[in-house]
C-alpha cells in the first residue's frame, strides 16, 4: 500500500515522515537528561588548550616515529624543531593539559609518566 505522508496518520511511511521531522526540529531533547551536562562540558574547552591541536601533526609524528615520550621531552622538541609561523610557545603545564584530553579521547595512552599513540 502506498500512502501520502501528510494525508493519512495511520501509515507507516507518515509515522516515520512524523518521528524524523520532530528529531530535526529539537534534536537536544533526545540527549538523555543525564548526559546534558557532559554534552556542554565537552563543547566548551580551555581555550589555550584548544590552541594546541594546531601542533596535534607535529605529536602524532613525534610518537609515530620516535615512539613513547616523557612530557618534557615531547615540550623540548616542539619548543626546538616548531618554528615560525607556527612557533611553539606554551608552558609544559598547557601541553600536559592537551595531552590528557587526548588520552580523554582515547588518541593517546597516558602510563607511569609515559605518552604513545593508542593503537
Not at 5 to 17: E, G, R, T
Request: negative net charge; contains cysteine; charged residues 25%.
Amino acid at each position: 500500500m502506498v500512502c501520502a505522508p501528510v494525508f493519512d496518520p495511520d501509515c507507516l511511511s507518515a509515522k516515520i515522515y512524523n518521528f524524523i521531522d520532530n528529531i530535526f526540529q529539537s534534536p537536544i531533547d533526545f540527549i538523555p537528561p543525564e548526559d546534558h551536562n557532559q554534552f556542554s562540558i565537552q563543547t566548551v574547552e580551555d581555550p589555550k588548550v584548544e590552541a594546541l591541536r594546531v601542533y596535534w601533526s607535529y605529536i602524532q609524528g613525534m610518537l609515530i616515529n620516535l615512539g613513547e615520550m616523557t612530557l618534557e621531552r615531547m615540550h623540548t622538541m616542539l619548543n626546538t624543531f616548531v618554528q615560525a609561523p607556527n612557533k611553539f610557545e606554551h608552558s609544559p603545564e598547557e601541553l600536559r593539559e592537551f595531552l590528557m584530553l587526548m588520552v580523554k579521547q582515547e588518541k593517546v595512552e597516558f602510563r607511569a609518566g609515559i605518552f604513545k599513540l593508542k593503537s
